[in-house]
């Protein structure tokens, strides 16, 4: 007998920090016929897209679209850039950072990683992973490179596996005042169209991003932000690269065509959702995220729960993370919470497991999304047994029926 794998019904509650849900009519989008990507129709919707990216990263300078993953692009930052051997100093605040570590290592890059060094309570194995970079420690491992021997600093913009949004601007200024030639890269997957990112104007050289976060998208686009030092260093990197080499594809890139074949059907769906976030207005945006953000954190506040971020100056917009009080696996509470109430929450990553969940608030979302989720996870730590110092729910409300909202909704339709 055949035997079908049912949903069950009403719309699934994705929650989680990424893929986010993708609005209707960038499904439709994408469900157009395919065309010819040497034909001229696709020229014209290359141009269309290469520009609308470059105003969401805020730069006048070329942005690389890979069909990859977001983990693609990071490797694309790398070998574009770097040689054999050369020394690179990597930020750790969270999984995905120490991930990209991992990778420079695989590169063959001699990786260095500085982390926050204090101490933590709450989660006294991960205290670096509940605070932003500290630009400070940059600055002074910066001054004693006498030899410039780094070639690279990399760090995360919105750590995704823990809430900590760092200040880009702030690393840029550690590494101007130490005097360092140092290339700046940047991971914004998760922070791009949904946090203020600004390429050019901090200074960066590198921006990764990726297109399931706050652009809306399936996974299966990446980005890579250029800065002409980036470009100039492409010139003499060393490392081996050919689909993820920047001079033939920035060069075809000028009349909207790739040097291999594209994913037409994804590009159908940003230039969608590039007309949607643009717009709407990227402070718009901004502003949304920040409501909801701040919502959701007070639910967790009236819930007596530590929030995973431990810096209020650098709480992310785009997700929360929920540490669960200790013999409170939170893996299982996220397995209760799906079952009973088709909610899915993202898991602890890393050094984190079993410790947080996360609740992603991106994207095509709304006020009463994240009413929903609130009482999505309230009612399963009840089930779970955990005691809540008060309601979520009800602080929540009060959070957004007490807000004028500050930009009107994205259109849907």
């Known amino acids: 007998m055949l035997q079908l794998d049912l949903h069950p019904t009403g719309r699934h509650f994705l929650q989680i920090p990424g893929p986010s849900p993708v609005p209707d009519r960038i499904l439709r989008a994408m469900s157009l016929p395919t065309i010819d990507h040497r034909g001229p129709e696709f020229g014209a919707l290359g141009l269309k897209v290469l520009a609308g990216i470059r105003a969401v990263f805020k730069t006048q300078h070329p942005v690389v679209i890979y069909p990859a993953s977001g983990t693609g692009a990071w490797e694309a930052a790398l070998a574009n850039t770097m040689s054999p051997g050369d020394h690179v100093l990597m930020y750790e605040t969270g999984h995905f950072a120490a991930l990209w570590a991992k990778m420079a290592q695989r590169l063959g890059l001699s990786t260095e990683v500085l982390a926050w060094s204090g101490t933590d309570d709450v989660l006294p194995n991960a205290p670096g992973w509940r605070r932003g970079v500290q630009a400070d420690l940059i600055e002074a491992r910066l001054r004693k490179d006498t030899e410039r021997k780094i ?90 690269r050919a689909f993820w080499a920047w001079d033939e594809i920035v ?92 909610l899915s929450l993202g898991t602890g990553l890393g050094k984190l497991k079993g410790r947080m969940f996360r609740i992603g608030h991106l994207g095509d979302s709304n006020d009463l999304t994240l009413l929903a989720t609130v009482a999505g996870c309230e009612m399963g730590l009840k089930l779970a047994g955990v005691k809540l110092a008060g309601s979520g729910v009800q602080s929540a409300m009060e959070h957004f029926a007490g807000l004028v909202a500050q930009a009107p909704l994205m259109k849907a339709a």
């Open 151 to 240: 070639r690279a600093v990399c760090v995360v913009h919105n750590e995704t596996s823990t809430g900590v949004t760092s200040d880009i601007a702030a690393v840029r200024r550690a590494i101007d005042a130490a005097g360092h030639p140092a290339l700046l890269m940047v991971d914004s997957i998760s922070g791009l169209a949904s946090a203020d990112y600004r390429h050019d104007e901090w200074g960066v050289d590198v921006t990764v991003s990726g297109s399931q976060k706050g652009l809306m998208l399936p996974p299966g686009i990446s980005f890579n932000a250029l800065s002409p030092r980036a470009l100039e260093a492409m010139k003499t990197a060393k490392l081996p």
């Open 251 to 342: 060069e075809m890139n000028r009349t909207g065509y790739w040097p291999y074949t594209p994913n037409t059907n994804l590009l159908y769906g940003l230039s969608e959702a590039l007309d949607m976030i643009l717009g709407d207005g990227l402070d718009n945006v901004f502003a949304r995220h920040q409501r909801w953000a701040a919502g959701v954190r007070a639910a967790v506040n009236a819930w007596g729960l530590p929030i995973q971020c431990a810096d209020p100056a650098v709480y992310s917009p785009v997700l929360t993370g929920v540490v669960t009080p200790v013999g409170v696996d939170a893996d299982a509470l996220r397995r209760l919470i799906h079952e009973r109430f088709d």
